[in-house]
């Protein structure tokens, strides 16, 4: 049921928009990929979730652990960056963030603005409910054999899908693309098929 006082907005953040470092290796990762699969660069996205329920905002998103100082950012899960060993080092391990009245550093670059998934407050709320239970897989490594990484935009899909939200209406801005997004669809696929096995 749709709700005024529920929301549930996207950011198709473009890649690097918060540091030229980041765009320079993401546009090297992109150039090989394409020249891999034989097709034309795209540019590169990576998502946030920005919820809205009851009068309260939450920011929903995947960060280095050493992005942000704000003592209250909402840290419900943590995970490797690379490899599970160099988990343990804050350079190469991210959060995820269910930030109450959290902040998106470079939400003014959102391409077209925050997009409008849905206002049923039940999924808004199964979302947030869901946020802790993400598992911390490796960043940047494929370890559920999706055939894509995993990053934030695998959180972002995996909430999305998860959380029952139509992923069929949900696509990247034109000619760009988000790795990882097929990830998280796969991996919510994967439990939402486990979920309805009829009882042994």
Same mark, same amino acid.
């Given at each position: 049921? $749709?709700?005024?006082? !529920?929301?549930?907005?996207?950011?198709?953040?473009?890649? *690097?928009?918060?540091?030229?470092?980041?765009?320079?290796?993401?546009?090297?990762?992109?150039?090989?990929?394409?020249?891999?699969?034989?097709?034309?660069?795209?540019?590169?996205?990576?998502?946030?979730? #920005?919820? @809205?329920?009851?009068?309260?905002?939450?920011?929903?998103?995947?960060?280095?652990?050493?992005?942000?100082?704000?003592?209250?950012?909402? =840290?419900?899960? /943590? *995970?490797? =960056?690379?490899?599970? !060993?160099?988990?343990? %080092? !804050?350079?190469? @391990?991210?959060?995820?963030?269910?930030?109450?009245?959290?902040v998106i550093p470079d939400s003014a670059d959102a391409v077209d603005g925050p997009r409008l998934v849905g206002r049923d407050r039940r999924r808004v709320?199964?979302?947030?409910?869901? =946020?802790?239970?993400?598992?911390?897989? /490796?960043?940047?490594? $494929? #370890? %559920?054999?999706? *055939? $894509?990484?995993?990053?934030?935009?695998?959180?972002?899909?995996?909430?999305?899908?998860?959380? *029952?939200? $139509?992923?069929?209406? %949900?696509? !990247?801005?034109?000619?760009?693309?988000?790795?990882?997004?097929?990830?998280?669809? /796969?991996?919510?696929?994967?439990?939402?098929?486990?979920?309805?096995?009829?009882?042994?």
């Open positions: 049921m $749709d709700d005024p006082g !529920a929301a549930v907005l996207l950011y198709w953040l473009p890649l *690097g928009a918060g540091g030229r470092v980041v765009q320079w290796n993401g546009r090297m990762y992109e150039a090989l990929v394409a020249w891999r699969e034989h097709r034309p660069t795209r540019d590169l996205y990576h998502t946030a979730l #920005e919820l @809205r329920l009851d009068g309260s905002r939450f920011v929903v998103e995947m960060a280095p652990a050493w992005s942000s100082v704000a003592a209250n950012r909402g =840290v419900v899960q /943590t *995970g490797p =960056v690379g490899h599970r !060993a160099l988990g343990r %080092i !804050a350079a190469f @391990r991210y959060e995820v963030r269910r930030w109450r009245m959290g709320r199964r979302l947030l409910d869901l =946020v802790p239970e993400v598992p911390p897989l /490796t960043w940047g490594r $494929d #370890e %559920i054999g999706a *055939g $894509d990484m995993w990053n934030s935009n695998s959180l972002t899909a995996w909430l999305l899908a998860m959380s *029952g939200h $139509d992923m069929t209406a %949900i696509a !990247a801005p034109p000619h760009g693309r988000a790795p990882g997004w097929h990830a998280g669809l /796969t991996l919510a696929a994967t439990e939402i098929a486990v979920d309805t096995l009829p009882p042994a």
